[in-house]
Structure formats: structure tokens, C-alpha cells
């Protein structure tokens, strides 16, 4: 009983850990099954037909294509806007500031029905033609104040000192922002980066509402759940999941060779 209460939060980590990945660990198994039917719900017999072909069913590259385009696109207007949105948040003092902020964040509480809803309202009344262009114009509003969030944070626990001391040895303005204050808030900015692109690739509501005759990647996963689930899809999925995990790991080695250098 002793070992249990010692080594308590590391065994509820642990489970939490594992019942997380259970979803991903029964994704990555059935993307080498082979069904005999429509769906891709029990197993079968093991293959590793979908992951030679993977864009063997229809339109699901074409698809998953358009979500990463949409998913790049609205993270960088995103991240743009949402650096100079924090910044002017943090270092100036103006009008309504509070209440600018307090909207920056409503996406965040709203439900994501009622903006959707809201958008295509917009759209329809100003007569813009639904597909890519309101799909990535509705990303970029929803992933703004996620990427505020992050970025304002890093700014907030900023030294002021550091950007002063840059200045009093004649480092421009230019120049103090480009190796001093952008260095620094770097990691929030990838932060919220990436917050956003995950966002903007997995979003199902805003898009289904705004898309048209567009079809993103998690429109056509929620289509084929009706029809027929293809193999290719856990494929897919697992191929991302990989990837994250390698970003993952890849910052962390980072992060640690940069603190045995300050050492």
C-alpha cells in the first residue's frame, strides 16, 4: 500500500495517457484490416493494401489536399494577426482596450453553431459565392483568438529589460524586434501556430456551414461514416498522428539542446 500511495499520480497518469491513445492505438489496427463489406467497423484479416495505395479511395487525396491548403493558408493570416493583435494588446494603452480584448476572445466561448450560422449569414447577405475563400476567411476569425491567447501570454512574461538593454547598445528598432523580441516569443508563436492549423484542419461545424460544393477532409470522413468507411481513412489518420508525434519530439529534443547550451 505504501508503493501504491507513493507512485499514485504517476499510475493516473499513466491511465489517463493510455485511455487517450486507446483511440489512436484501434485507428492505427484497423488501418491494416481488409473488410469484407462496406465499413471498416470489425476486423477482418490483416493487410497492407491501404497503406500501399492510400489514395485508392475516391476523392479522399483531393480532400485531404484542400484541408491542408485551408489549414496553411488560415494559420499563417491567423498567426500574422494574431502576433500584431497580442503585441498591441500587452505593450499599448488605448480606447476600448479592454473591450477589443474581451471580443478577441468570444470565438473561444461562443458555440461553434452560432458562428458558423453567423458567417454564412454574412456570406449570403453579401453575396459571396460559398467554397475556399469563406472556408478560409471563417478559419482564420475562429483560430485569431486561439493564437492571441498564446502569443499574448508569452508576451506578458517578457523582460522589458532585454529589448532596452538591445537598444542602448544602437540596436534599431528593426533590429531589436528581429533578434531580440521576436526570438523570445517565438515559442508562443509556434504554439499558437500550431494550435491554429490543428484547429483549422479538424473543424467540421464552421466549415460544413460555410464550405458550398467544398469538400475538407472531415466533411468527406463524415460522408463516408454514412456510405462506407475506406480503410485509407485510418490510413490517413495514423499517418498524422505519427506526425504530431514527431513535431512533439522534435521540439522537446530542441528545447533541451538549447538549455545544455545555456548551461
Known amino acids: 500500500m505504501s508503493w501504491l500511495r507513493r507512485n499514485l499520480v504517476v499510475i493516473a497518469g499513466l491511465v489517463t495517457l493510455a485511455f487517450l491513445i486507446l483511440p489512436n492505438a484501434v485507428v492505427l489496427a484497423f ?8 465499413f471498416n ?6 493487410s497492407v493494401d491501404a497503406w500501399r495505395d492510400p489514395c485508392g479511395a475516391a476523392d479522399l487525396c483531393g ?3 484542400l484541408s491542408l491548403q485551408i489549414a496553411g493558408w488560415a494559420t499563417l493570416g491567423a498567426t500574422v494577426l494574431g502576433v500584431m493583435v497580442a503585441f498591441a494588446l500587452v505593450r499599448h494603452r488605448f480606447r476600448a482596450r479592454s473591450t477589443v480584448s474581451a471580443l478577441i476572445f468570444l470565438p473561444m466561448a461562443m458555440p461553434e453553431v452560432v458562428m458558423a450560422a453567423s458567417l454564412l449569414t454574412l456570406f449570403l447577405n453579401m453575396g459571396v459565392q460559398l467554397g475556399f475563400w469563406t472556408i478560409l476567411i471563417a478559419h482564420i476569425m475562429f483560430c485569431l483568438s486561439f493564437v492571441v ?7 506578458m512574461s517578457m523582460d522589458p529589460r532585454l529589448e532596452q538593454a ?8 528593426v533590429q531589436t524586434f528581429l533578434r531580440v523580441t521576436l526570438p523570445i516569443a517565438a515559442p508562443g508563436i509556434a504554439a499558437g501556430a500550431l494550435l491554429a492549423f490543428a484547429l483549422s484542419f479538424d473543424d467540421f461545424i ?24 475506406p480503410v485509407q481513412i ?4 495514423t499517418a498524422m498522428f ?19 547550451r545555456a548551461r
Do not use: C, H
Open 63 to 65: 480532400s485531404l489536399a
Open 242 to 260: 505519427a506526425v504530431a508525434i514527431l513535431l512533439v519530439l522534435a521540439g522537446m529534443l530542441l528545447g533541451n539542446r538549447r538549455k545544455k
Open 31 to 38: 488501418s491494416f484490416n481488409k473488410p469484407r463489406g462496406r
Open 166 to 173: 538591445a537598444q542602448d547598445l544602437y540596436a534599431g528598432p
Open 234 to 237: 485510418n490510413v490517413i489518420g
Open 149 to 155: 491567447t498564446a502569443v499574448k501570454a508569452r508576451v
Open 206 to 229: 464552421i466549415t460544413n456551414f460555410n464550405a458550398g460544393s467544398a469538400v475538407t477532409f472531415p466533411m468527406y470522413v463524415w460522408g463516408s461514416a454514412q456510405r462506407g468507411t
Open 41 to 46: 467497423y470489425t476486423w477482418q484479416e490483416f
